[in-house]
């Protein structure tokens, strides 16, 4: 047994807390305090979303994503459709054509098959969609009472096109920020079923595979600076970490933000900023401005983008800090969340 | 919400059992008429251990394990040297060089930071150990009674090299089958301290990384047939694999079969068959009688391998069967496990 000194005291928490698995800044702190320096220090970039590798000659993205949803369905999807989709878009950030999946299982002691069966063809259907194999798999089980039905990781290789280099690094001042569309469905669809809310319109997660937008993006130009799919702690999280990353600044006009307004009113009720729920079917893609309109158009041309919109634009005047303009015309801080507003929507 | 109809009556198992987690014949079954229908039909061997694939013109392994081993510390080990070591032995079977790993990991809330530092350093130092780099990771919370500490799912990518063509499929009568070692150990090394028992000696498990020695060992050929872990499910589901998946016989002198004493008392203690306890630094492989020898003194000549033996040899007299020659001049069927003789073993 190794022995093992905590580096820093991760924020006085000796013990793992929901916030842990957010995607905030609890999240941030476990990877760049305990499992970077254990891991070799590799740089803490490439510890998200997705790793850009060469290997036998070809330019790799390799990514993977534990799903721990609850409930397994929900409006609009499963834990299946999720885990395939969640893994085929991180690889699509990376500009990569997302190729093979791998699936691994663990069950509960006492899952109905049927549960599993739904979930197993759930994913077939989503990687059939996404136009993604699943190669190759593996199954634990765990005794009644220390799991939750079904928890799966997805883990992806894609191919990274010749040209195509997108990374937080190269985002730099001056570039636009654009999202795909509507942001903040996921969460609230989740919600909406767990805590047995109605808002009077039912609203369905918006998971989908982002591969063929990305695509289409690539098509206009493949010198796109970095793409972001804003699941966990939402938009207001993805965009920090492109701040950070970057050692930029970014400004987003709040009312170019596009919220439906069941999102809206959910939030109200909830108390939530939709500025920080997740999403499984949107991305936030930061251009140079010589190609924002392009591909702005080729976004909406998309089925997947019909709804895209600039929303801002990277600014060198406060590096790491991201800025909202409001409908009133004042400014506020969008910070790094915590943790997550909602546990286990993914 | 997709529709399923359950294929067949999956032995008239409503829900998941423990043993659908073995790697015996529960476990097949749920690959099988479960999850093999569902992601399309790939076929079931291409569902096991790892996959080969083509991808941008190099040819790579790629594979995935979900670690739930408990206690999360045993003698000799971690989960965090398990889940390092598993999944690079499962690419190393595929006769690839381990390159790189993804780390998930799903935490109970509540677990001690120290606990998730001590397995993330473990995971570091095997990973050095065996020549791989942890570079893409995710991290999940649930609520505390809903996991158990850690769980973590690895999946990895190697290279092919030219000329390698390792599986089931190229086994024909006639190859030598062998071992690198003493089996049974790391089964026993669990058990021992989850059921507080002590057997006089205390046995350590022998996870390992078998990159290095199946280097070695294809030094002497790149013709090596089929290589094997016998993990889950022990030497006897990894035979029975071979045998149904090469459409082959296997018989296997027992005498010749290395199992230390320890082993041997422990096994008699518990009623339990060393050929059915998992290993996690073992491999048995299957090669063509002209490099058999060669092959031998390789594995000898390596640390992993000083205990090597040929133990069979392939048969095409029971197609489809593994055949043990008992101390005595007798015989018996080895048969496939119906699930696992030690749940949560890795």
């Known amino acids: 047994m190794l022995n093992w000194t905590c580096p820093v005291p991760l924020r006085d928490q000796p013990r793992i807390v929901m916030g842990h698995g957010g995607g905030g800044a609890l999240s941030a702190e476990l990877v760049e305090q305990l499992f970077t320096p254990a891991f070799g220090g590799p740089a803490p970039e490439a510890l998200t979303d997705s790793a850009a590798l060469e290997l036998g000659g070809a330019k790799l993205a390799f990514s993977t994503d534990s799903f721990v949803v609850r409930p397994l369905f929900f409006p609009g999807g499963s834990i299946g459709d999720l885990a395939v989709n969640g893994t085929v878009n991180d690889l699509a950030m990376s500009g990569a054509r997302p190729a ?56 992806g290789i894609g191919l990274i096109p010749p040209g195509v280099d997108l990374r937080p690094g190269r985002v730099v001042p001056g570039d636009v920020v654009l999202v795909s569309g509507a942001i903040g469905v996921h969460g609230v669809a989740i919600m909406s079923v767990r805590e047995g809310l109605e808002f009077g319109v039912e609203i369905l997660s918006d998971c989908a595979p982002l591969g063929g937008l990305v695509e289409a993006m690539l098509a206009v130009t493949p010198d796109l600076h970095a793409l972001r799919d804003p699941t966990r702690g939402g938009l207001a999280a993805s965009l920090n970490e492109i701040a950070a990353a970057s050692g930029t600044g970014i400004v987003v006009r709040e009312r170019a933000v596009p919220v439906p307004d069941a999102v809206t009113n959910a939030c109200a009720v909830l108390g939530l900023d939709p500025m920080y729920v997740a999403n499984e079917g949107k991305l936030v893609a930061f251009v140079p401005p010589a190609h924002a309109d392009a591909v702005l158009a080729a976004m909406r041309a998309h089925p997947l983008g019909a709804e895209a919109a600039v929303i801002g634009e990277v600014t060198d005047a406060h590096p790491g800090m991201v800025v909202a303009r409001t409908a009133l015309g004042g400014t506020r801080v969008v910070d790094l969340p915590l943790g997550e507003q909602l546990p286990r929507i993914c």
């Open 100 to 155: 093979y999946l791998s699936c691994g299982f663990i069950l509960e002691e006492g899952t109905g098959t049927d549960v599993v069966g739904r979930i197993a063809a759930a994913m077939g259907a989503a990687a059939r969609a996404a136009g993604v194999e699943v190669v190759t798999g593996d199954t634990k089980v765990v005794e009644a009472g220390h799991g939750d039905g079904v928890y799966i990781n997805t883990s």
